[in-house]
């Protein structure tokens, strides 16, 4: 093949041009490369592609496309599980905070680790190791997988530093309590439409993932169970069942929202929106800071007197005291009276603060989750659990062995349920329900609150605490007390002991 040395006239590069046939077309070909031999092998490399695209082998034509299109074919060909992670995966591929231009830009692994270590220090280890990181590296993978770029770049590159897995822990059944007593008290407080705490209820009760219960219809609500999708790979569904008690609940739920049709969300948010994990996480946090707020309360500091839990909830949530309404005031008394009352509840929340963040250690809204695990292997078997749940088969007797028609999955969510609203502890034992007590002299607020939410005894508010004693009317433990070999409700020696917060705050 005949060679011609040129030069371009505008740069001033020397490079070789070859006449070849492509298709059946005879067109001029140029490589700025001044070696004759590198330039031959380009020519080379540069045929052998056109070949195999026309045999329909993988031509790599990644390596050149540009970082946009190839973003775009990714977002429109991969299999994603939902719409809202091609959604969430599309905004963060687009912002492309790595700076690629064209899919060989991936191969530079050593650019992408310096541009992701920038980014950690503006955005944080999290979302530069599980937004952006993780991300490109299923690119690189899908990529390499329909044979766009040669092989995969990325899949040496190691995950970066960041703080590693937050051990989740599980809720005692007087923390699940107080939690959605918090929840109820918040919608109460804000004046929503509709309930929260039925959110959190159902994610306790079920076992099952949020994102899987977010996704449920109306239509999926059965006379026993929620009917979820079967999951997408490693991420099963279980069978969801809940207590008939609590269905009714949920039917009630429905019947103040006006009887939804069949492909409407069967749970949605206090406004009445589609439910976003993101948004119900930070709400849970919250309600479970008043929750050990409440907790820990004070009951003998005579401080405890003069400020409600709320704002000390509010202080250690939001990091600051909540502003008082209006001008400033003029008399010096009320000036007076002000700053004794910010200097109270400086004390509280330095006193109760540090508690209530050990608290919070490995606690969000997917330790609801863990808690409908932890408590169910308590008191049942294992296989209505994992049937529950979702959880796949661990051993070959449970994969070929096991006919899980005839388990029964609702014995989870019954245990859990009697559990929370207190017929039955955590070592088995029957025990009363646990009624929830009005305070003294909160008598009064109940008709305010006929409108309130009916939930389950024990679970949820009747009424407000009173000012004057804060701290009385929570709901009592279920735990047995002074009752020798049970600790925390739990034998001693039991596999699961202990498994709240340790020793005693």
């Given at each position: ?46 045929l ?20 946009k299109?190839l ?11 939902s719409?809202?992670?091609k959604s ?41 190791v599980?937004?952006?990181?993780s ?30 897995h ?40 079920s ?6 219960v ?28 809940l ?10 739920h ?49 401080l ?18 909540r ?6 005031p003029?008399?010096?008394f009320?000036l ?22 050990r608290r ?14 932890t ?56 025990q009363e ?6 305070a ?5 607020s ?7 939410p ?8 009747l ?43």
């Amino acid at each position: 093949m005949k060679a011609l040395r040129v030069r371009s006239p505008k740069t001033g590069k020397a490079g070789w041009r070859y006449r070849v046939s492509i298709n059946g077309r005879r067109l001029k070909k140029t490589f700025w490369i001044a070696d004759r031999r590198d330039a031959e092998k380009a020519l080379e490399r540069w045929l052998s592609e056109h070949e195999s695209k026309a045999i329909g082998l993988p031509d790599h034509s990644g390596l050149k496309m540009s970082y946009k299109k190839l973003v775009e074919r990714f977002i429109a060909e991969f299999p994603f599980s939902s719409d809202a992670r091609k959604s969430y995966v599309q905004k963060i591929l687009e912002r492309n905070e790595c700076g690629i231009q064209i899919g060989a830009d991936l191969s530079h692994v050593g650019r992408l680790t310096a541009k992701c270590l920038r980014i950690k220090t503006q955005r944080g280890d999290h979302y530069t190791v599980f937004a952006v990181q993780s991300l490109l590296k299923q690119l690189s993978r899908w990529a390499a997988s329909i044979g766009l770029l040669p092989f995969d770049y990325l899949s040496a590159w190691k995950r970066l530093p960041w703080q590693g897995h937050r051990r989740r822990r599980a809720f005692v059944p007087e923390e699940a309590r107080e939690i959605l007593r918090a929840a109820a008290d918040y919608d109460q407080l804000f004046g929503h439409p509709y309930p929260s705490w039925i959110i959190f209820e159902t994610l306790l009760l079920s076992g099952n993932r949020p994102g899987a219960v977010f996704s449920a219809k109306v239509g999926d609500l059965l006379k026993d169970r929620i009917k979820l999708p079967p999951g997408t790979g490693k991420k099963r569904n279980g069978m969801c069942t809940l207590p008939p008690d609590f269905i009714k609940q949920l039917h009630a739920h429905l019947e103040e929202r006006g009887s939804p049709t069949a492909e409407k969300d069967l749970l949605v948010s206090h406004k009445g929106k589609k439910l976003w994990r993101v948004n119900m996480g930070e709400y849970f946090r919250r309600s479970m800071v008043l929750a050990f707020v409440r907790l820990e309360w004070p009951r003998n500091d005579p401080l405890a007197a003069e400020i409600d839990p709320f704002e000390v909830a509010h202080c250690v949530f939001m990091g600051r005291a909540r502003g008082f309404d209006g001008a400033p005031p003029k008399d010096p008394f009320k000036l007076v009276q002000r700053k004794r009352k910010l200097a109270a509840l400086e004390a509280l929340v330095a006193k109760v603060g540090p508690l209530v963040k050990r608290r919070l250690e490995g606690a969000d809204m997917y330790a609801l989750r863990k808690t409908h695990i932890t408590w169910a292997r308590r008191l049942t078997n294992i296989d209505s659990v994992k049937a529950q749940v979702g959880h796949a088969a661990g051993d070959a007797e449970e994969r070929h062995y096991l006919d899980l028609r005839l388990v029964d999955a609702g014995a989870s969510s019954k245990a859990v349920w009697e559990v929370l609203t207190g017929t039955q502890n955590l070592a088995g034992e029957r025990q009363e329900a646990i009624p929830f007590s009005l305070a003294a002299g909160a008598e009064e607020s109940v008709k305010c609150l006929e409108m309130a939410p009916k939930v389950a005894p024990g679970v949820a508010p009747l009424g407000r605490l009173d000012e004057k004693r804060p701290g009385r009317g929570r709901s009592r433990t279920s735990q047995p007390v002074g009752k020798s070999g049970i600790y925390n409700g739990a034998g001693e020696g039991a596999r699961t002991l202990d498994f709240d917060l340790g020793k005693k705050l």
